[in-house]
């Protein structure tokens, strides 16, 4: 009898199979991508959407309360007692008014799924208790990931909760943000400092891992991706089990894209959603690789033929020019998106677009997003930037329902955050000049006052 799970190649013409517990992570006939997949007929998955509703009231469960793993029969590749859980998930979708009348939405129309809620800040937890769960189920002792920040802060976050494992995470050198630095060495990290970006960490993680054995975390890991698929499965939940017209979501390497399209494939498969939201994915115009080849080049997933000579000859040129990723949103400064075919297999399955927008749009979203309530870090707004474009651009509608997907906590980067609303021209010079970012259109300087009570009155009677 076949295996109820088991990992699959996404290639149609190839699906070779491989067992639930091997740990390559590609495949072995093509060398494509995996997803995990699923014998239903024989699983128990919900006959409505509406039967999790329930799990509320069991919330001293620790799996039900994790907001991953309460949707456990819609990745059921664990046991309930092998899984690894640290309270991820517990995240909210924000009625945004205020960013709304930014973006252009009508009122009660934009929404922001605010994933910087989850323990390490950022969404990748969702991921991680999925990755973690996988590892401990193949007895692995180290786990590895390279990162722009976030997932390395998620696996040494998994790592030191839980004692199980060393987190080895490979970083660019300088690529990474204050704040992810410091949760990298705090929480007991092996940090390895490469000298380069994170397209050379992706590659050398990659080798290394294969080489000594060590887990692999990065979202190449199809488990990775099942995890985030609960990301969709709370917005569904928060909007009464009524796909949005539109998710929005930043790109970088391209796993969240490719989760929430495998989590809307299998609703529609088991018949628990009619109809499907459209995703736009939203890049760094200094990071563009996605949006060059599906708006300029026109790739598309086409029935599981991509065309490969033009993707190839993208990165050829990118070579050749000697063309680095570059943008202050440095959580999705990626140009070579592993999961890139994967992406383009959900934008085709979910009618998606997808855009780039400047620095200067990211940190003016980024600077609205904060003035309207909760905050993100520059690569989260991308969404709300990219919203504002597709609005004006007439592809979404002010009267749709839109989500954008905030995907991590504003005190990720403080740095690029205290610059936009410095009074001090060199520390903006320093930080966002060279990014091309020329105005800090929404700042909120702080108010120098001498040390002086009638002086400081005066300040506050005149500015508030
Ligand atoms: N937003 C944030 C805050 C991120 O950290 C990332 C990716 C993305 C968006 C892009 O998501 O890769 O699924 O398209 N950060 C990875 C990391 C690459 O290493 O932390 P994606």
Known sequence: MSDVVFQRCINPTCQATVAADDTSFSCPSCGGLLDVAYDWDRLTPPRSLREFEAKWSRRSDPLDFSGVWRFRELLPFAAPDKIMTIGEGQ?????????GKYVGTNPGQLFLQYEGMNPSGSFKDNGMTAAFTHARMVGARRAACASTGNTSASLAVFCSATGLMRAI?????????????????????????????????????????????????NSLNPFRLEGQKTIMFRVLEALHWEAPDWIVVPGGNLGNVSAFGKAFSELKHLGLLKRLPRIAVINAAGANTFSQLFDRFAVRWNAGK????????????????????????????????????????????????????????????????????LGCEPASAASVAGARKLIKEGVIA?????????????????????????????????????????????ANRAVQVPNDLDEIIKAIELYS
Not at 91 to 99: C, G, R
């Open 398 to 442: 002010p009267s749709d329902r839109v989500v954008c997907i905030l995907t991590g906590h504003q005190l990720k980067d403080p740095t690029a955050t205290v610059a936009y609303h410095s009074t001090d021209q060199k520390t903006f010079d320093e930080v966002l000049g060279h990014r091309g970012v020329r105005r800090a259109t929404y």
């Open 91 to 99: 995240t909210i979708l924000q009625k945004a008014d205020i960013v």
């Open 169 to 217: 995470i490979f970083i660019g050198s300088g690529k990474i943000s204050y704040g992810k630095l410091a949760q990298a060495l705090d929480h007991g990290a092996l940090t390895v400092q490469l000298a380069g970006d994170f397209d050379d960490a992706m590659q050398r993680v990659q080798q290394v891992s294969r080489k000594l054995g060590i887990y692999l975390v």
């Open 306 to 373: 991509p065309d490969g000579n033009i993707i190839d000859g993208y990165y050829r040129a990118l070579e050749a020019e000697k063309i680095r990723a570059a943008t202050i949103a440095s959580a999705i400064e990626i140009n070579h998106p592993v999961n890139l075919p994967k992406a383009l297999r959900a934008l085709d399955l979910c009618d998606g677009v997808v855009r780039d927008v400047t620095d200067q749009e990211i940190l003016d979203a980024k600077a609205k997003v904060g003035a309207g309530g």
